[in-house]
């Protein structure tokens, strides 16, 4: 069974930067794609990019694109979520989880999550 550990939140400045990680337990984690979600107080949670098992293929939603990326790094089982840019609206817990690639569909129990905080 694959665990993920979401870590990297805080409280930033609007217009600041934060680089989240996804760590993964477990020998196949490059056959997997990763995706990362957030829920913001009071909605739903939401998808907010993917990316595939090699690390080639991605997707944002509309957004976050152009301010966020995701990435990977198959030697240390580590996604991570590089927001630039920050915006009040940003501000929510982030969650990633496995995902069943291409599609928005995750496969597993969703973790603790990371809390990000924007401050305007």
């Known amino acids: 069974q694959v665990q993920l550990v979401e870590s990297g939140g805080g409280l930033v400045q609007a217009g600041g930067s934060l680089r989240l990680s996804c760590a993964a337990s477990?020998?196949?984690?490059?056959?997997?794609?990763i995706g990362w979600f957030r829920q913001a107080p009071g909605k739903e949670r939401v998808f907010v990019a993917t990316?595939?098992?090699?690390?080639?293929?991605?997707r944002y939603a509309d957004s976050v694109k152009g301010r966020f990326t995701i990435s990977r790094d198959n030697a240390k089982n580590t996604v991570y979520l590089q927001m630039n840019s920050l915006k009040p609206e940003d501000t929510a817990v982030y969650y990633c989880?496995?995902?069943?690639?291409?599609?928005?569909?995750?496969?597993?129990?969703w973790g603790q999550g990371t809390l990000v905080t924007v401050s305007s």
């Open positions: 477990g020998r196949t984690f490059s056959s997997y794609a």
């Open positions: 990316i595939s098992g090699n690390g080639d293929s991605t």
């Open positions: 989880n496995r995902m069943n690639w291409p599609f928005i569909h995750t496969l597993d129990a």
